[in-house]
Every structure is written in structure tokens, then in C-alpha cells.
T-cell receptor
Framework: DSGVTQTPKHLITATGQRVTLRCSPR?????VYWYQQSLDQGLQFLIQ???????AKGNILERFSAQQFPDLHSELNLSSLELGDSALYFC?????????????FGPGTRLLVL | GDSVTQMEGPVTLSEEAFLTINCTYT??????LFWYVQYPGEGLQLLLK?????DKGSNKGFEATYRKETTSFHLEKGSVQVSDSAVYFC??????????FGKGTKLSVKP
């Protein structure tokens, strides 16, 4: 158990809908990362937050957004969902968000868009 | 651009066989290097890491050495077990603080 929790574990929704994925980092970690894992793209970095502020952006679509709250939990919002958004979404956390720091991953949220 | 290349699987071995999974990277500077493992239906777990040239990371019988001259970080284990069946990901720490992953290598170990 990494100490990172994600809810829900599974999510089934329809095209055009909006969903929210939630992540709680390990106790004491200030930085949260979101990744998308799909069969064709592999593991792709989406976005990073550090202590409530956005720190880095990767291949995140404009339909997707995230935030980190004062209690350090984070939410990833996916809107206007398309079939191609079906994937496993991972949250990871690290202590200080520094380069090369170990990231600890949650169990993931499996999203299926029908 | 920055990338990680790891050998394509699936790799199928018999129990107690020797394992090597090759990994090379393209990056500026000397990033930290990682191997993560994903068991069926689970998230990624850190297997081992190395932070500078010639460092050897090791855990649970797995080893990998940071080779600056060949920009490689090959994963090895002397004697695999059925319980090692999983997908293995090589990764390095990118300049944004994110991890850049290879495509993963699926390992199946038969009894």
C-alpha cells in the first residue's frame, strides 16, 4: 500500500458527460501528479500540483482540468467525454515535487466512456 | 525529445530463469532513473531507483545499474519466480518533475 488513495475505483459514463476523479496523497506529501494510462499512448503525464499551485503541465487536454485543495487532496475533472478518454487514471504524490524525487502511485481509477 | 525505450514484450520465462529487461533513455543531463512494477489490476509500485551514474538500485532480488556512457538502466534478476509476473516500466525524472515512462514490458513466469 503506497498510502495514496483514489476514488472511485471504476467509473462508467457516457460520451459528453463530466466526471471528477479524486486523489488523496501520502501523509506529508505536498506534490500531486496525474497520469493517464491507455493502451495506445502508454503512461502520459497530465499535470502536477504543489501545495495548491499548478507547477507543471503535460499532455492534458483543454477539456480536462485539475486542482489541489488546502488539505492537499486533488481532483481531476474530465468534461465533454469522448470514447478515447477511456483509460486508467493514476494519481501519484511526492514529498516536495523536486526533480528526480520518488513518486508513489495510487491504485488508479478506471474510466470507461460508452 | 526526451524518451525511454525498453524492450518489447511479452517476455515468457520458466521459473528460476535469468531475467534481463533492457532500457535506454534519451535526456539532457543526468536524471534519476526508476523501475516501476504493475501487478495485474493494481497501480504502479516503485521497484528500485538510482540517482547518479554508476549507482546500483536493488530490491527483492532485482538490480539495475545507472550507465551514463550507454544511457542505459537494464533490469536484471538472477532467478525469477511465478510471483514476478507483472508489467515492468522503466522511467526517468523529466525536467518538469514528472516521470517519463517506457511502454512497459510484460513478464510471464511459468512454473
Amino acid at each position: 500500500d503506497s498510502g495514496v488513495t483514489q476514488t472511485p475505483k471504476h467509473l462508467i459514463t457516457a460520451t459528453g458527460q463530466r466526471v471528477t476523479l479524486r486523489c488523496s496523497p501520502r501523509s506529508g506529501d505536498l506534490s500531486v501528479y496525474w497520469y493517464q494510462q491507455s493502451l495506445d499512448q502508454g503512461l502520459q503525464f497530465l499535470i502536477q500540483y504543489y501545495n495548491g499551485e499548478e507547477r507543471a503541465k503535460g499532455n492534458i487536454l483543454e477539456r480536462f482540468s485539475a486542482q489541489q485543495f488546502p488539505d492537499l487532496h486533488s481532483e481531476l475533472n474530465l468534461s465533454s467525454l469522448e470514447l478515447g478518454d477511456s483509460a486508467l487514471y493514476f494519481c501519484a504524490s511526492s514529498a516536495g515535487g523536486r526533480l528526480g524525487e520518488t513518486q508513489y502511485f495510487g491504485p488508479g481509477t478506471r474510466l470507461l466512456v460508452l | 525529445g526526451d524518451s525511454v525505450t525498453q524492450m518489447e514484450g511479452p517476455v515468457t520465462l520458466s521459473e528460476e530463469a535469468f531475467l534481463t529487461i533492457n532500457c535506454t533513455y534519451t535526456a539532457t543531463g543526468y536524471p534519476s532513473l526508476f523501475w516501476y512494477v504493475q501487478y495485474p489490476g493494481e497501480g504502479l509500485q516503485l521497484l528500485l531507483k538510482a540517482t547518479k551514474a554508476d549507482d546500483k538500485g536493488s530490491n527483492k532480488g532485482f538490480e539495475a545499474t545507472y550507465r551514463k556512457e550507454t544511457t542505459s538502466f537494464h533490469l536484471e534478476k538472477g532467478s525469477v519466480q511465478v510471483s514476478d509476473s507483472a508489467v515492468y516500466f522503466c522511467a526517468y525524472g523529466g525536467s518538469q518533475g514528472n516521470l517519463i515512462f517506457g511502454k512497459g514490458t510484460k513478464l510471464s513466469v511459468k512454473p
